[in-house]
């Protein structure tokens, strides 16, 4: 094999899917034990064994930290089997460890792939502030406005009025300032506890009832959602922020801008990208797994950068056969 850049062709999200299938199947065994560290345990242990079997040679730029605190799927780590394509991948096995653990909606295992040196590492950048939104918001949003002219610029592109709108904003005292602006706008606001990965992503679905998220979350969550926000034809504008000053140096050190406005091709410079996620608790943008005699169902999201196909894929599992395989995850 040459070290020449092979870049992956095929549709990777359709592999990746069942690495979120396993995840989401270990961890929903889990929901509502009140226990977050064991459910991200399982749906981790789940998502690295069937990464193992996946054709490529992947770094993990966004993972679950540092090697000495993570045992698996920490940052730097080599995933897939080795072979060509060459790729970046980020993970979240549980985007909603809480939710998971206390059984609210929401929770989803997800996966983000890349040609290799084309994802953005966050490094020691926690937080960024967030805009997302689908496609008719497209060109339209800037985060750097107010948040009423966004709303008022989104509202006239969705034909409807502000009033209709409904803005997802993580439930954070942080964001007081935020919810009254919204308010103050007319807008409808649903607050969410965690998961800004799906609440992003909702934006982007017809019919999902959510339009636009604002806030700061997460910034390995940001890069998951641009690489499904590319696909979708949405758009995600982030800014970098340090909660102190100390947060602030360290970026400022490594390199990092905390002014730039951050776009989808600045998170991943890409259009070779993939993304693929399933509902671990019932929300709006997955159902999550359910339980019947015969069998188990999960319900994923499956998109590939490039083409802009988004698949929703119903999944029927049969753990009796796959206890026989020793797969993980499938009690
Ligand atoms: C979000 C959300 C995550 O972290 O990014 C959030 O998507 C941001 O951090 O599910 P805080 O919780 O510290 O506000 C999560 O809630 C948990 O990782």
Redesign the pocket.
């Known amino acids: 094999m040459s070290d020449e850049l092979v870049r992956p062709e095929r549709n990777l999200a359709l592999e990746l899917v069942r690495t979120t299938e396993a995840a989401a199947l270990a961890a929903a065994r889990l929901m509502g034990r009140g226990d977050k560290i064991e459910a991200d345990q399982a749906a981790v242990d789940a998502m690295r064994a069937v990464l193992d079997g996946v054709e490529m040679d992947g770094i993990v730029v966004i993972g679950e930290g540092e090697k000495d605190e993570a045992p698996m799927l920490y940052n730097g780590e080599r995933i897939g089997n080795g072979e060509p394509p060459m790729t970046d991948i980020a993970v979240d096995p549980i ?5 998971t653990a206390k059984g609210q909606a929401g929770a989803i295992a997800v996966i983000a792939v890349s040609e290799r040196g084309t994802m953005f590492n966050p490094g020691p950048c ?2 960024m502030e967030k805009l997302a939104v689908g496609p008719s918001g497209a060109g339209i949003v800037d985060i750097r406005l107010p948040v009423d002219r966004n709303l008022t610029a989104l509202a006239k592109a969705k034909r409807v009025s502000v009033e209709d709108l409904t803005a997802v904003v ?1 439930d ?1 005292p ?1 964001h007081e300032e935020l919810i009254a602006q919204i308010r103050g706008a007319g807008a409808r606001i649903r607050l969410i ?5 799906a ?1 992003a992503i909702a934006t982007a679905m017809p019919n999902s009832g959510v339009d636009i998220l604002f806030g ?3 910034t390995p ?1 940001g890069v998951i959602t641009a690489a499904a926000l590319k696909s979708m034809g949405g758009d995600f504008q982030g800014r970098l922020y340090a909660r102190n000053d100390e947060e602030r140096g360290q970026a400022i050190a490594e390199g990092y801008d905390l002014e730039a406005i951050m776009g989808l091709d600045d998170m991943i410079t890409t259009e070779n990208c993939f993304f693929a996620a399933t509902g671990i608790t019932t929300g709006d943008l997955l159902k999550g797994v359910t339980y019947t005699a015969d069998g188990i169902s999960t319900q994923s999201l499956v998109m590939r950068g490039r083409s802009g196909t988004v698949r929703l894929i119903d999944a029927h599992h049969r753990p009796e056969k796959l206890r026989n395989m020793d797969a993980v995850g499938y009690e």
């Open positions: 985007d909603g460890t809480t939710l926690v937080y993580l954070r942080r506890s965690d998961g800004d990965v609440g700061i979350g997460g969550e």
